[in-house]
């Protein structure tokens, strides 16, 4: 069985700084992939980046970035400059033929 | 990247009808898709897995008879949620995975209410 597990229910951070959100998983599969989606109050799910379990180089799409520690069995997404428009519910996923998804984060960018 | 279109975006209907929610892949064809439902401030649960010509299937705890899927072709699954009920309230999101690619895509999600 797979699981996310995300410590952070909330989130605060000031606009322009950094941010990570926490996401660890447990699997005893030994391929995977990782996810994290976005999903702002209208409810849609915005994929963000994705991690491989066997890809050497942390992901990184723009301002977000996951640092992948695969020993730790942690996927930690990373936004650097935060804006405004980043507020939002985030997810950590994980698949291998289907999504499995944590808690979330509600994360808050202040002005 | 790929478009997954999903209708209605919200539906009220009265207790003990009937609401269909359709989940189209606009420009691939998908012949696996997801349905799953998040109640308010909480993660998406995985209730049933659609695929092509096939029957659904269902993750524990899901009623197949309450729930009915249905995935007749490679662009459209469709999700009834039969004799609804005000517990059935709820916001329903489908998703289909792309081959070749990484990655969950997902249509806009449906807002259900049963009054």
């Known amino acids: 069985a797979q699981k996310i597990t995300q410590t952070q229910p909330g989130m605060f951070v000031q606009e322009k700084e950094a941010v990570t959100l926490d996401c660890t998983y447990d699997?005893?599969?030994?391929?995977?992939?990782l996810f994290w989606y976005k999903q702002p109050s209208s409810g849609e799910m915005i994929f963000l980046i994705y991690?491989?379990?066997?890809?050497?180089q942390n992901a990184t799409e723009g301002r977000y970035s996951l640092n992948f520690q695969k020993a730790r069995k942690s996927a930690n997404l990373v936004i650097s400059a935060s804006q405004l428009g980043d507020s939002a519910m985030y997810f950590c996923?994980?698949?291998?033929?289907?999504?499995?998804f944590g808690e979330g984060t509600q994360l808050t960018v202040n002005p | 990247g790929a478009v997954v279109s999903q209708h209605p975006s919200r539906v009220i209907c009265k207790s003990g009808t009937s609401v269909k929610i359709e989940c189209r892949s606009l420009?691939?064809?998908?012949?696996?898709m997801f349905w799953y439902r998040q109640f308010p401030k909480q993660s998406l649960m995985l209730m049933a897995t659609?695929?092509?010509?096939?029957?659904?299937?269902?993750e524990q705890g899901v009623e197949k008879d309450k729930f009915l899927i249905n995935h007749a072709s490679l662009t459209l699954s469709t999700l009834t949620v039969t004799s609804a009920h005000p517990e059935d309230s709820s916001f329903y999101i489908c998703?289909?995975?792309?081959?070749?690619?990484?990655?969950?895509?997902f249509g806009q999600g449906t807002r259900l209410t049963v009054v």
């Open positions: 699997t005893s599969d030994p391929s995977y992939g």
């Open positions: 996923a994980m698949s291998r033929s289907r999504l499995t």
């Open positions: 659609s695929n092509e010509g096939s029957k659904a299937t269902y």
């Open positions: 998703s289909a995975v792309v081959r070749d690619t990484k990655g969950a895509f």
């Open positions: 991690q491989g379990s066997y890809d050497q």
């Open positions: 420009d691939f064809q998908a012949t696996t």
